[in-house]
């Protein structure tokens, strides 16, 4: 059964799963695991599954996270398994910290579309709960990850912990692993002038407006998806119509305040409801309050520069944000203010035009 989405949903039978649909553009689709319990098809277990995964959150799935799968990848090939991924869902920090717990680069759909990108095949994803968190560190290696996911070989970062209280890490799991002929790696950290790529850098350097900076930890422009909503149409009274966007997920990290060089597409989908590629188009955004009309309410403004239709309420919004052009300022005058915004769409439409595709 296809979804609206695009992606195929799995039969009542097998609820737990679901396939990642592939448009033409992306790779062999990528098969999804929800929960832990009975996650294998009967025919996977009879056939005798097996996966080399790496494990983590992937928040963003950067560079560092791109070495650990990387590795995974280099484990599959020599054991001849197919390459997957364990991960969690929510993210253990939301549910330890609630609201004080750090924004995400990633929502859930973006990470997947991201890790089928990668060409993973496999996606377990876990439920971070309550009951989740009271299982063994010895527990969770043996009975689930091995005993039911089918794992046999796992990369992790040198940091990454697991059962109750956090009791895991890489050495506990190489100790119960071993004797079941399971493999366990530790991936080395990747860094950069900066010091060691992390999620954390990257929220301070969108947070600071420095998304050139993130984008090269990403090894891609940072990008959010929203929701176009009606605003009160003074960019079009201006002369440069805009689409004001919302995130759709309420903890997407957000860059700082300022004007922004950007490209944006529509997310579309074929008669079949399968998602088409992408049509990027340059353009300029502004993220703040506007102060020069004295806004209150902060707001991502996003003036396309190639012409294409405003008529987009409603629509889903892709943003990917190329460099920042500069901080965000009040203007004396609705003329200072246009004389800048057209200095801002020149620059944003030479740096989108000659920055990498995405």
């Keep these: ?33 929800r929960g832990y319990s009975n996650p294998l098809s009967g025919r996977e277990r009879r056939d005798g599954f097996a996966a080399a995964v790496a494990i983590g959150n992937f928040d963003g799935v950067h560079r560092g996270h791109r070495a650990v799968i990387g590795q995974a990848r280099a484990n599959a090939v020599e054991l001849g398994t197919g390459l997957g991924v364990v ?22 759909r973006r990470k997947v579309e991201l890790l089928r990108d990668l060409g993973v095949e496999h996606l377990f994803v876990l439920p971070f709960t309550r009951a989740l968190m009271a299982v ?15 794992v046999r070989a796992v990369v992790s970062g040198s940091d990454f912990r697991f059962g109750h209280r956090r009791r895991g890490d ?23 002038r900066g010091g060691v790529v992390s999620s954390t850098r990257i929220r301070a350097a969108l947070a600071d407006g420095r998304v ?57 989908h074929d008669a079949d409801g399968h998602a088409l590629a992408p049509r990027w188009h340059p353009g300029a955004a502004s993220l703040g309050t506007n ?11 996003v003036h396309l520069l190639d012409g294409m239709d405003y008529d987009l309420y409603g ?24 004389a800048q915004m057209r200095i801002d769409c020149d620059r944003a439409l030479a740096l989108t035009t000659d920055s990498a595709a995405i």
């Design 291 to 301: 102060p020069t009309f004295h806004g209150v309410e902060s707001r991502l403004e």
């Design 1 to 33: 059964m296809i979804g609206p989405s695009g992606i195929e949903v799995a039969s009542k039978r097998h609820q737990g799963t679901f396939t990642a649909g592939a448009g033409p553009w992306k790779k062999a689709p990528m098969r999804v695991y």
């Design 212 to 268: 050139a900076e993130a984008g090269e930890m990403l090894s891609q422009p940072y990008e959010i998806v929203g929701l176009v909503r009606a605003g009160d149409r003074r960019g079009r009274e201006l002369g440069f119509p805009t689409a004001n966007t919302y995130p759709l997920h309420p903890r997407t990290a957000m860059p700082g305040t300022g004007i922004y060089a950007v490209r944006a597409a529509l997310i579309e």
């Design 315 to 338: 629509r889903r919004l892709r943003v990917a944000f190329i460099d920042r052009l500069r901080g965000e300022e009040r203007f004396s005058s609705i003329e200072a203010l246009t």
């Design 136 to 150: 063994s560190a010895e527990s969770f290696v043996e009975d689930i990850l091995i005993g039911r996911l089918g």
């Design 170 to 192: 890489v050495e506990l799991m190489r100790r119960v692993a071993s004797p079941h002929g399971v493999r366990v790696d530790v991936a080395g950290a990747v860094g950069d």
């Design 87 to 108: 991960t969690f869902e929510p993210h253990p920090r939301e549910v330890l910290q609630g609201q004080d717990a750090p924004a995400r680069l990633s929502p859930f």
